[in-house]
């Protein structure tokens, strides 16, 4: 539900920041510099973006702990580690989108240009970078290895209860490996569609940091977002049809009013 909630602002974001470029607004002033570096920067829908990639992780690693160390995770893992690490998610993204997008944004001649000011070239090399390396690599580095050691656990755990009898402590121990397997699958599906979608993003936005002009975005950028954001846009769907605790909560969530002849 958080993730959910995460992709449901950063898809909010998106709206009001097209929406508010459709309008051509004169910037002129404080006001004018202020909506360029919230809004019309996309410093806001960045923060979501990030925030999404380090939650999607954190729940890589909520699966391999409960999945490859059960004990372990039963015994150590409290809830209040998982609310500090949704914390956490917030707190490095917006860390990183403030910090950087405030001071690179400013306004000429009523046109806003969004992390476009650099002191120098390589302080903006090295931003692509340390953001390729901690929203890119490191996420899929523990994607990969994560749900590599997940399946291993799941076909060596199937394999010990296919070596014992059927009885019902088996049945149930097989339903919880089937829910296990199908979470599984599905984070897989999810963290794939990521590393695909979000890939032809980072090219442009190299081609870009390596651009003499940065002021200008490549006219593929905005396709290469639409491809990004639309996965985030679908993510909610995938968790709905595939997790049944994720379908109960937002069924839930609709107010049904029930009417009596």
Known sequence: MHQNAIELYTSFCMIVIYITRLCNIHLTGSVG??????????????????????????????????????????????????????????????????????PTSGVIDGVCYGYAFWKNQTGKVIFFIWNFLSFYVIILFIFVFCYWRILLAIRRQARVMANHAASASNAAQNQYNQIQSNVTKTM?????????????????????????????????????????????????????????????????????KKTTD
């Open 33 to 102: 510099y202020w909506l360029c570096a919230v809004i019309l920067s996309e410093c806001l829908s960045w923060c979501g973006t990030h925030a999404s990639a380090v939650n999607l992780a954190i729940i890589t690693v909520e699966r391999y702990l409960k999945v490859v160390y059960p004990a372990w995770s039963k015994n150590k893992l409290r809830s209040w580690m998982i609310y500090s690490a949704m914390a956490v998610a917030w707190m490095v993204s917006l860390i990183d989108s403030i910090a950087v997008g405030f």
């Open 188 to 256: 897989i599906y999810i963290s794939t569609c990521y590393a695909i979608s979000w890939l032809p993003t980072y090219i442009d936005y190299m081609i870009f940091t390596l651009h003499p002009n940065p002021t200008v975005y490549s006219i593929a950028y905005y396709g290469f977002i639409l491809l990004a954001y639309s996965y985030m846009c679908t993510n909610p769907f995938i968790y709905a049809t595939k997790l049944n605790p994720v379908r109960k909560v937002l069924l839930h969530l609709i107010l049904c």
